[in-house]
Nanobody, 125 residues
Framework: QVQLVESGGGLVQAGDSLRLSCAASGRTFSSYSMGWFRQTPGKEREFVAAITRSGGGTYYTDSVKGRFTISRDNAKNTVYLQMNSLKPEDTAVYYC??????????????????WGQGTQVTVSS
């Protein structure tokens, strides 16, 4: 019911910033809770951030708290991930995910029903 396309990834130096975007198609975007995950070769997909349907509630993994900010603009059918003070450890493919309804098990990848193709973020030291 919803298709997701990520953009905004790239190659940056440590300490720089990037803003990732996730554009969603569909008529009921505001009825979906959204999340960001990341994955590096040989590792499991890791939860990064999640946001409620209205945007009033946000959740982060400890390693990005204070540096990353998730937000959404339901009028534009878009979710954002503002990434500041980037570190080499943040290098990964970042994925946007959606689940219909409210958030419950927001940190589990199996909880989400829809996924984008991913966008590469590389942070050099």
């Amino acid at each position: 019911q919803v298709q997701l396309v990520e953009s905004g990834g790239g190659l940056v130096q440590a300490g720089d910033s990037l803003r990732l975007s996730c554009a969603a198609s569909g008529r009921t975007f505001s009825s979906y809770s959204m999340g960001w995950f990341r994955q590096t070769p040989g590792k499991e997909r890791e939860f990064v951030a999640a946001i409620t349907r209205s945007g009033g509630g946000t959740y982060y993994t400890d390693s990005v708290k204070g540096r990353f900010t998730i937000s959404r603009d339901n009028a534009k059918n878009t979710v954002y991930l503002q990434m500041n003070s980037l570190k080499p450890e943040d290098t990964a493919v970042y994925y946007c995910a959606a689940v219909h309804g409210g958030l419950i098990d927001y940190s589990g990848s199996l909880y989400y029903s829809y996924w984008g193709q991913g966008t590469q973020v590389t942070v050099s030291s």
